[in-house]
């Protein structure tokens, strides 16, 4: 988190927490992946390069503090103790989840590149790359298993169904040239708001927080999520694959409309729409990217790409408005300073 934010001196120990935390997060990751199979070792050690910002985990441990009754301790000792064994699964769980959407992801996608390397399906072919993902789900709802109550089992399942069918519900959407902004929001919360608004709501149960309080949490996560994945999409759009560290390029390939093509589409005058329309015909299938490129010119010329800068802006705003509802503290200041980073990365 160090590397990720500047944070106030105040917030460092919920910095300390976390980093300290995340090491047996890693440790629980490896042990539930462990096997005595070669083969399938090769591609979990593989596999766990993909580890990135952690915010997912991240999430579960800040959330948890801040939920906390004692969520006003200012010292690393007592950020520490405001953290309990449950944290420590629900985020291993939460990651492990993560890790299978993006291997899934990235056969869907075809994608070559995942944190600056070759991707599973790059190196060891579609077949594989799917066992894996499957291999990765089924290990972390059964180390969920091992939590006393199945409240964090029952709400890491829901999270998986609907992210699931935002990812179908964009897979029909493909090439869909009239897709209008509430339904690629709809994508959105579904496949990558879900999951980190699950993580701050479980971060909260396992605190021992009110239901109101999980709500919160759980409303900030999908806000944050849905900011974030409106900034990867730009990210896709505009950003260089040695700086992003990952395939590029590869919504218009694919055919997936995302919001500053959307606003464009929906706001051009008949002769800039026909435009559009010719290039986004041709940028499909296209893995020399040239057409993606000029529409991207195209796009930040229209002021499409601000627009959807100012989207993602929007719903940081609105997820940090919602934890008003909490006491202040440190923990709540450092979620606050995660939301707003989610908007101005580059990677």
Do not use: W
Request: proline fraction near 3%.
């Amino acid at each position: 988190m160090h590397a990720l934010l500047d944070l106030p001196a105040d917030q460092l120990p919920i910095a300390d927490a976390v980093a300290d935390r995340l090491i047996d997060v890693q440790k629980v990751f490896n042990g539930q992946l462990d096997t005595d199979l070669p083969p399938v070792r090769d591609l979990v050690l593989h596999v766990e390069r993909y580890r990135g910002k952690m915010l997912r985990p991240v999430l579960v441990l800040v959330s948890g503090m801040a939920a906390h009754p004692r969520a006003g301790a200012v010292s690393s000792s007592e950020a520490r103790g405001l953290l309990t064994p449950d944290h420590t699964v629900v985020a291993a769980v939460i990651e492990m989840v993560h890790m299978a959407t993006l291997v899934h992801d990235d056969v869907l996608d075809d994608a070559q590149v995942r944190r600056r390397g070759a991707t599973v399906n790059n190196l060891h072919g579609n077949e594989a790359a799917v066992m894996l993902g499957d291999y990765l789900l089924a290990s972390a709802y059964h180390l969920c298993s091992t939590l006393q109550s199945n409240a964090a089992a029952l709400a890491v399942a829901r999270a998986s169904v609907v992210t699931c069918a935002g990812e179908l519900l964009q897979l029909h959407h493909r090439q869909d040239f009239s897709l209008d902004e509430a339904t690629y929001f709809e994508v959105v919360a579904r496949k990558t708001g879900e999951l980190i608004a699950t993580a701050a709501e479980l971060g909260a149960m396992c605190s021992g927080a009110d239901q109101r309080t999980q709500r919160v949490l759980s409303a900030f996560g999908r806000d944050v999520g849905i900011a974030f994945q409106v900034q990867d999409d730009l990210l896709d759009l505009l950003g260089a694959e040695s700086t992003v560290g990952k395939s590029v390029g590869k919504d218009l390939e694919n055919g997936k409309l995302t919001l500053p093509v959307i606003h464009a589409l929906s706001h051009a005058a008949p002769e800039q729409r026909g435009r559009l329309l010719r290039l986004l015909e041709r940028a499909s299938g296209d893995a020399s990217h040239a057409a993606s490129n000029e529409l991207a010119q195209l796009l930040q010329r229209s002021g499409s790409v601000a627009y959807a800068k100012e989207r993602a802006t929007a719903h940081v705003h609105r997820a940090c408005d919602g934890l008003a509802a909490l006491p202040d503290s440190a923990a709540k200041r450092t979620l606050l300073a995660m939301a707003d980073a989610v908007v101005g990365r580059s990677y």
